[in-house]
């Protein structure tokens, strides 16, 4: 038999949703059914979900949809944080009230999400660190696991320089922080009005476009030994041309001959966990650009969508409304 809390909780449940694949003007907020847990599966009533740019990307078109197995109609978002209020047969390791964070594919913006206790990447649940705002731990999921790959693909250490394209972006945020854990020097790419939010994080800003090539040798004298491209190939071709070995470098966005695509699904468990802990220590945080409420879920994600936030965009769902009888 299942657990379930006792405390407030709505008699349906809102969700994001989208009746046509398309852009994020076709979100609507819609009321649907509480979902039930089966064995091995955990209800968390969510009070904060991260938005990605792959949330809409996803849903941008019937075949990109079905190579997720995404059907309409869908929901939207995949990073959530929130709190078990309710566990299936079988379910060890969680009790009802638990803080949690995860991934739950496409469908994290709505009230509850139900996931596996012990599930794979996107179908997930990890206790929240005390210390971890729920607002922040519904960034770490996709961005996390995305950046953490990206790392490790460069493989970056002490005495190290490295390039990170596309650095200001949600993934940037992580990649940069994490790379300058390990211990490296690490220079981002950005607009020009980027500089302070790339300085915050303790990246060297070189503003993109023509010429970054020069830019970067001006910085760099003694040259660039890895480097991460985050948003397409510009700072592939640069790293290329700068004498950067195809064996260090990686993309996110794009596939290129001889270089690693890094993929966060491929991530363990361990990787959130660790990113988690960086945040409860301090050494890492992640910057909230703009918090929406689910009413504003449509602007949230044309904003997002935009790829032009410093930082990250979460849907606010703390309100519980109103109580089951």
Known sequence: MSTQSDLPRRRGSRAAQLDAFGGPDGLRIGDVPLPDVGPGRIRVRVTAAGLNPMDWYMLSDADTAARFGLTLPAGFGTDYAGVVDRIGDRVTGFAVGDRVYGGALSRAVADHVVVDAAGPAADEAHPTPDGVDD???????????????????????????????????????????????????????GSAASAEHLCALGAEPIEYGEGLVDRVRALAPEGVTAAIDLHGEATVHAARELGVPDTRICTIATKLDGITAANGATTTPDTLRNIADHVAAGRLTVPIAATFPLADVRYAAELQAGRHVKGKIVIDLAEVGPEAV
């Open 135 to 189: 607002r922040v731990a519904a960034t770490l999921t996709i961005a996390g696991r995305t950046a953490a790959a990206a790392i490790a693909a460069v493989n970056p250490a002490p005495g190290d320089t490295v390039l990170i394209g596309g650095a200001a972006g949600g993934v940037g945020v992580f990649a940069v922080q994490l790379a300058r854990i390990a211990g490296a020097r690490v220079l981002g790419t």
